[in-house]
């Protein structure tokens, strides 16, 4: 198919409302797409245009699809350490171990010391020292090992 | 001041079968968590005679000399882990009914599960669990109570907040018949908490308390909301009404009874 065929074949459709056209000669292939009156070779331009963001996406789904949500057990107020003067049990970019104490929730004096239950690295705390937390809220995003 | 034959003879149920007494530690809970983490059966009691390094709720330090009770009991129900709440008010009732009738003192709970007499606090419960996802591993219910300390003996900062047995009583009360009798009355009501007879738990928890009724402060961190103390709820939540109406639930704060 000589590019003076393809040219006169958008002419064609240009003032139809055709908006999709497949010609297939000697083994050729062409498919000619026109959205909102423009006509264009859109396989290209078409082909990169769907799957960059398409590829974008499980770039950015990939990492999240692995890590491990914790979340809260119970109701409660939420401590990152076992007193306001100690140190945290862990920070993001901590390693941690299955069972390593990753946080207090606390209610009605009864201190909850919730555990990791894999090995991982911390990736994300989600809530702020002393806030109170629901039942099943997320508090920490971990990337297991 | 403690001897093991004597409270031994004491125990009549399955808590506290087994007992051990420390001459010191940091903390009986801590000990005890590192004791139930390894193995150690549902009833396991630690006693000390004086800990260093007591803890009230986050952290603050416990007052703690000779001649008080310091104990944690290991507690291993096979519970969903939002029923551990109310092992804590479980605890704040067996206390004080067994100080009551111990000392004939009238002993109240401030909620949660503070330990009062006349408004001044007398001991404090603070208990720890630990959580694998859904399921309580354990409890460990660490029980603070001044018994035979004199009123001189608290720093004087506190006196006007804190109190003794001894302090109320001018007598000097026997720690193991003391103890021994927390021991037993938990044991009744752990079988409350235990056999979905929780109402009747949550009722005698009203009836020993000082706060429903009152007009109180809660302080929740930085937060202050005031309003009077309605109920608790069945996870034994306090039940606050706003001055605005709102009724607002609580799981976590310090109350301090407004007059």
Known sequence: ???????????????????????????????????????SWEIPATAKHVTAPEVKEIKEEAPETRLLTVSSPIVGIFYRSP???????????STVKKGQVLCIIEAMKLMNEIESDVDGTISKILVENGQPVEY?????????? | MLETEGLHGLITGSLGKEIILLQDTDSTNTVA???????????????????????????????????????????????????????????????????????????????????????????GILTETKILA?????????????????????????????TSVKAETNKTQSLPLIISE????????????RENKRDTLLQ??????STLGKNVKVTIGKDIITGIAEDIDDKGMLLLRLLSGELKTISSGDVTLLR
């Not at chain 2, 968590?33 to 803890?55: F, M, N, Y």
């Not at chain 2, 008080?68 to 519970?79: F, G």
């Open chain 1, 1 to 39: 198919m000589e590019l003076d065929e393809i040219k006169q074949l958008m002419d064609l459709l240009k003032d139809t409302d055709v908006t999709e056209l497949q010609v297939e000669r000697d083994g050729a292939k062409i498919k000619i797409k026109r959205e909102k009156f423009i006509s």
């Open chain 1, 83 to 93: 007193s306001p003067e100690a140190p945290s049990f862990v920070d993001a970019g």
């Open chain 1, 136 to 145: 099943g809220e997320p508090l920490f995003l971990i990337e297991p090992t």
């Open chain 2, 33 to 123: 968590a590192r004791l139930a983490d390894e193995g150690s059966p549902h009833g396991t009691v630690i006693i000390a005679e004086t800990q260093r390094g007591g803890r009230g709720r986050l952290g603050r330090s416990w007052f703690s000399t000779k001649g008080n009770i310091y104990m944690s009991i290991i507690l291993k129900p096979a519970v969903k882990t939002e029923a551990a709440a109310l092992l804590t008010l479980m605890a704040g009732v067996a206390c004080v009914r067994a100080l009551g009738s111990t000392t004939g003192l009238d002993v109240r709970l401030k909620w949660p599960n503070d330990i009062v007499v006349a408004g001044k606090k007398m001991g």
């Open chain 2, 134 to 162: 859904d399921t309580l591993l354990f409890a460990v219910v660490g029980i603070g109570i001044n018994v035979n300390m004199q009123r001189e003996e608290f720093p004087s900062d506190i006196q006007s907040l804190a």
């Open chain 2, 182 to 193: 927390i021991l037993k009355e938990t044991e009744a009501c752990y079988e409350l908490f």
């Open chain 2, 204 to 209: 005698e928890w009203r009836r020993l308390s």
